[in-house]
């Protein structure tokens, strides 16, 4: 597929089956520094940028590192793949390339539904009543909110970079079956835990009582789907109430119940929430 616009309006464009996969081969097997020219190769392919409207928006690479080793690189923009899809092509390539090396045909079943079909499901699916409670829902969950003030050491552009850096955080093994033995005796998750840990971390650091958090949702909630590539992943505002000065017990039952109700309503693209909610717009922040 490939993304056009039309009079400012996104529209796919789905390509013929036979457009196929352009992959670039790369023979470094008398390259005394072959792992580096490797690297340099994965660094160059991550700074190429996709164009959307013309393709492809996902390239191959055969990186022949010696007589035995080879290396494949592929690269995805994200509009056509989200984490999950990841797992589902690595499994897929691996059975074919089993197949394959021991002279078999390919494997893998033919798929039920594709992609196209699926956004065709849900724009019918998501319509009338059903729409309407979706809405509805998120409408009430996000009336009144207000943004997050942190206490930054340095002043907010104008307008959004995306020049960050990231913190890596590792929670042990000890701290995790503390944490799991937790959610289980509150009736929670290990994901209902740490999110309301990090509510409690925003909460210290702002002075907010009342916080809206952005988490990622597979949104695979039909069989059908769990076997597609493609971009299903949802965003879920979840608005986190800290006020009264809960104890953890009653945090935990917050956080669980505020968790359930939003993925009851998930199948709500998240653009369509903020158009839905219409929160205030700033260049500096996201909706």
């Not at 045909?105 to 699926?118: E, G, R, V």
Request: aromatic share 6%; net charge negative.
């Amino acid at each position: 597929s490939v993304f056009v616009a039309t009079q400012g309006k996104p529209r796919v464009e789905v390509l013929p089956p036979d457009a196929g996969l352009p992959i670039l081969e790369h023979d470094l097997r008398e390259r005394s520094d072959a792992e580096a020219a490797l690297l340099d190769l994965c660094h160059e392919e991550g700074r190429t940028p996709f164009d959307l409207a013309r393709g492809p928006l996902i390239r191959g690479h055969l990186v022949r590192m010696s007589d035995e080793e080879h290396v494949f690189l592929l690269t995805q923009h994200h509009i056509v793949s989200d984490g999950w899809s990841m797992g589902v092509l690595l499994r897929e390539l691996s059975q074919l390339y089993r197949a394959f090396e021991a002279g078999q045909d390919d494997p893998l079943p033919p798929l039920a539904i594709q992609y196209p079909d699926y956004a065709a499901w849900q724009r019918q699916w998501l319509s009338g009543e059903r729409l309407q409670k979706q809405a509805q829902y998120w409408r009430s969950a996000l009336a009144g909110t207000t943004r997050l003030v942190l206490p930054t050491d340095r002043a907010r552009p104008g307008q959004q970079s995306f020049a960050a850096a990231t913190v890596p955080i590792v929670i042990d093994a000890d701290l995790t079956r503390e944490l799991k033995r937790l959610s289980l005796q509150h009736g929670t998750t290990l994901f209902m835990i740490v999110l309301a840990a990090w509510a409690a971390v925003l909460s210290r650091l702002s002075g907010q009582d009342d916080l809206v958090i952005g988490v990622p949702s597979a949104n695979r909630g039909h069989r059908e789907i769990e076997e597609l590539i493609g971009f299903f992943v949802n965003t879920l505002a979840l608005r986190l109430d800290l006020s009264g000065e809960p104890s953890v017990s009653e945090f935990l039952e917050r956080t669980r119940r505020t968790v359930l109700a939003a993925q009851e309503h998930q199948d709500l693209p998240f653009e369509q929430v903020v158009e839905i909610v219409q929160p205030p717009r700033a260049l500096d922040h996201t909706p």
